[in-house]
């Protein structure tokens, strides 16, 4: 139900944006959020963008360099990515759930997954 792609190989400083495709169902009912893994490393939350309220959330490494919006006509879930940074390379998978304030930073608070897409930042 949600289809993630725009990564690729990006130099530092650069931008990129990622797409998330969804479901109507999954799009206007849950909290959607991105995550990201690096190599050798543990799944990490990146940005959250609540279904009640839009409100968004992001973790202290991206905040002012990354923003999630969604487009309700298309049901895409986006994250515009600036000033890439090297560290910012990893598998970003979008996913979908009905995470509360108190879960929602938590990867078990989601139900549905994107296949990942990948994102490199050259130095």
């Known amino acids: 139900q949600l289809q993630a792609s725009g990564g690729g190989l990006v130099q530092a400083g650069g931008s990129l944006r990622l797409s998330c495709a969804a479901s109507?169902?999954?799009?206007?009912?849950?909290?959607m959020a991105w995550f990201r893994q690096a190599p050798g490393k543990e799944r990490e939350t990146v940005a959250i963008?609540?279904?009640?309220?839009?409100?968004?959330y992001y973790t202290d490494s991206v905040k002012g360099r990354f923003t999630v919006s969604r487009d309700n006509a298309k049901n895409t879930l986006y994250l515009q990515m600036n000033r890439l940074k090297p560290e910012d390379t990893a598998v970003y998978f979008c996913?979908?759930?009905?995470?509360?304030?108190?879960?929602?930073?938590?990867?078990?608070?989601?139900?549905?997954w994107g296949q990942g897409t990948l994102v490199t930042v050259s130095s």
């Open positions: 109507e169902r999954t799009f206007t009912r849950y909290t």
């Open positions: 963008l609540r279904w009640s309220g839009g409100n968004t």
């Open positions: 996913a979908a759930g009905r995470a509360i304030l108190s879960t929602m930073w938590s990867e078990e608070a989601y139900d549905y």
